[in-house]
Structure formats: structure tokens, C-alpha cells
């Protein structure tokens, strides 16, 4: 084709109008379709539709702690209260014994009783230093002392189902602490000095053990409280004599003794 055909045939071409009136109104209806008032309130709705979930689990879940914490705080009254109407119970709390702690396992509550402390009174004719009763003493009537009790309460039923008493326990634990204070005494150098073999001993006094409840699992059981301070104290008779030694159990070593004349002259002293 030459290029005047060429020049003439694009001459004779008609070009399509542009119709700016018909965009600009496209765009109008696009614009307002996107940011009226009606779309932003269903923007806002569909928000707040994700959130209403997370907010109604949040409300959920404070619900149930909060009425899992008066459950708890209702079954522990419960349990303390029900103890309470035993006679066995109500007699050793007449008595100066405490009610130490509670744990409540499947509707069941186990309550501590711990026994009262005991007084320290001193032992005739010792002087002051000589007391005896650290915290435990010789049971001369051959009655067994209260030594605490474990109480099973079914909230329920709303009775005590088993009381089980620790002095058993405990006294096993007292036996084994003077076994133990025996034995390092006799090991001691200073009791070797100045206690006679032929010596006896009169008495070994000890702390009353303390227990605390432990929960593992769905059971519930009383164990002997770790005891950071342990002492016990041996006293030793020969002669016209009368002698205390000290024992650290826990460092197992003799901390000291001291005999009824040393004890004189330390008050003469003084």
C-alpha cells in the first residue's frame, strides 16, 4: 500500500467518543457505595460480631473462677462446720487443741486437728535451767497423749466419716529424735569428760512433732513439717550429780553441758 492510500484511509476513520459524564457517574455510585453511612455501620457490625465471642468467653471464664473460688471458700466452712458438731472433735478443741487446715478432694474434706502446745513447767528439785518439758514429756501414766488427728468429712452426708489419730505417728518420730540425740551424745568428746559411763539417763526431751496436710492427686494425707530448728535435751544423773546436754540434731553435734554445780556457781555469779 502506498502511503497516500494509507494516509487516506486513516483520515476516513471515525474515533469513539469518550464519555466522561457516564465515568464520572460510575465513579460517584462507586465512591458512595464504599464509604456511606450504611456500609460503615456494617463494617462496624461485622467488628463488633468477631469480638463478641472472645468478650462473651472472657465473661465466661471470670464467671467460673469466681464461682469456683465461693464453691471452694463454701465448702471449706462446710467441712469446719460439720467437724465442729463431733463430740470427739468439739472435745479436743475444748481441750486447747486447733483446727491447723482444710482441703477439700471430690466432695470429701480433710481436716487437721493440732494437739495443744504444752506447757513448760519445771521439773523438782532441778533449778530453772534443768526444766524439763522442751515440748514433750514422758508419758508416766502409760495414757496415750494426743498427738493430733486427721478428720474425713463428707460435705454431702454431712458427717464424719473417719477420724484417724496421729499420736502413733509421732510418737515414732519423738522415739527416733532421742534415739538420735542418744547417739551423738555418746559419740561427744565433752560427754565422754564429764559424764560417768555408769551415768543414767533420767530423761530426753524433744519437740512434739508437727504435721501438715499434703494433697497428691485425689488423695489427702498428714506428714511431719520439716523442722529448720531441731534440738533436744539430755538429762544425765550419777552421784549426787544432776547434768543437762544440749544436742543440735540437725548439725548432730553437742552444743553443750552443764552439770548442777556449774549451774550453782553460775547463779552465785550472777
Same mark, same amino acid.
Given at each position: 500500500?502506498?502511503?497516500?492510500?494509507?494516509?487516506?484511509?486513516?483520515?476516513?476513520?471515525?474515533?469513539?467518543?469518550?464519555?466522561?459524564?457516564?465515568?464520572?457517574?460510575?465513579?460517584?455510585?462507586?465512591?458512595?457505595?464504599?464509604?456511606?453511612?450504611?456500609?460503615? @455501620?456494617?463494617?462496624?457490625?461485622?467488628?463488633?460480631?468477631?469480638?463478641?465471642?472472645?468478650?462473651?468467653?472472657?465473661?465466661?471464664?471470670?464467671?467460673?473462677?469466681?464461682?469456683?473460688?465461693?464453691?471452694?471458700?463454701?465448702?471449706?466452712?462446710?467441712?469446719?462446720?460439720?467437724?465442729?458438731?463431733?463430740?470427739?472433735?468439739?472435745?479436743?478443741?475444748?481441750?486447747?487443741?486447733?483446727?491447723?487446715?482444710?482441703?477439700?478432694?471430690?466432695?470429701?474434706?480433710?481436716?487437721?486437728?493440732?494437739?495443744?502446745?504444752?506447757?513448760?513447767?519445771?521439773?523438782?528439785?532441778?533449778?530453772?535451767?534443768?526444766?524439763?518439758?522442751?515440748?514433750?514429756?514422758?508419758?508416766?501414766?502409760?495414757?496415750?497423749?494426743?498427738?493430733?488427728?486427721?478428720?474425713?468429712?463428707?460435705?454431702?452426708?454431712?458427717?464424719?466419716?473417719?477420724?484417724?489419730?496421729?499420736?502413733?505417728?509421732?510418737?515414732?518420730?519423738?522415739?527416733?529424735?532421742?534415739?538420735?540425740?542418744?547417739?551423738?551424745?555418746?559419740?561427744?568428746?565433752?560427754?565422754?569428760?564429764?559424764?560417768?559411763?555408769?551415768?543414767?539417763?533420767?530423761?530426753?526431751?524433744?519437740?512434739?512433732? @508437727?504435721?501438715?496436710?499434703?494433697?497428691?492427686?485425689?488423695?489427702?494425707?498428714?506428714?511431719?513439717?520439716?523442722?529448720?530448728?531441731?534440738?533436744?535435751?539430755?538429762?544425765?544423773?550419777?552421784?549426787?550429780?544432776?547434768?543437762?546436754? @544440749?544436742?543440735?540434731?540437725?548439725?548432730?553435734?553437742?552444743?553443750?553441758?552443764?552439770?548442777?554445780?556449774?549451774?550453782?556457781?553460775?547463779?552465785?555469779?550472777?
Amino acid at each position: 500500500m502506498k502511503e497516500e492510500d494509507l494516509i487516506k484511509k486513516l483520515e476516513e476513520i471515525s474515533l469513539p467518543k469518550i464519555e466522561i459524564k457516564s465515568h464520572k457517574e460510575r465513579l460517584n455510585l462507586a465512591l458512595m457505595k464504599k464509604y456511606s453511612p450504611e456500609r460503615k @455501620k456494617a463494617e462496624v457490625f461485622n467488628i463488633f460480631k468477631k469480638l463478641v465471642p472472645a468478650g462473651v468467653i472472657a465473661v465466661l471464664l471470670f464467671l467460673f473462677i469466681f464461682n469456683n473460688l465461693n464453691s471452694q471458700k463454701y465448702n471449706l466452712a462446710k467441712a469446719k462446720e460439720i467437724a465442729l458438731q463431733n463430740n470427739e472433735i468439739k472435745n479436743w478443741l475444748q481441750q486447747g487443741s486447733t483446727i491447723k487446715d482444710i482441703k477439700v478432694v471430690d466432695g470429701k474434706a480433710y481436716v487437721l486437728i493440732e494437739p495443744p502446745e504444752v506447757k513448760k513447767e519445771p521439773e523438782e528439785p532441778a533449778p530453772a535451767s534443768l526444766k524439763s518439758g522442751v515440748a514433750f514429756q514422758e508419758n508416766l501414766t502409760g495414757e496415750e497423749k494426743f498427738g493430733g488427728a486427721l478428720a474425713e468429712v463428707n460435705i454431702k452426708e454431712k458427717e464424719v466419716k473417719n477420724i484417724k489419730k496421729l499420736a502413733p505417728a509421732a510418737n515414732d518420730l519423738i522415739k527416733s529424735k532421742k534415739d538420735k540425740a542418744l547417739e551423738i551424745a555418746n559419740k561427744s568428746q565433752e560427754v565422754q569428760e564429764k559424764i560417768p559411763r555408769e551415768a543414767e539417763v533420767l530423761n530426753i526431751n524433744v519437740a512434739t512433732p @508437727k504435721f501438715r496436710l499434703s494433697k497428691e492427686g485425689n488423695s489427702v494425707s498428714a506428714i511431719p513439717e520439716i523442722e529448720t530448728e531441731e534440738k533436744a535435751s539430755i538429762i544425765y544423773q550419777f552421784d549426787e550429780n544432776r547434768c543437762e546436754g @544440749k544436742v543440735d540434731l540437725n548439725k548432730e553435734r553437742m552444743e553443750e553441758i552443764k552439770c548442777l554445780n556449774e549451774i550453782n556457781t553460775d547463779a552465785t555469779k550472777e
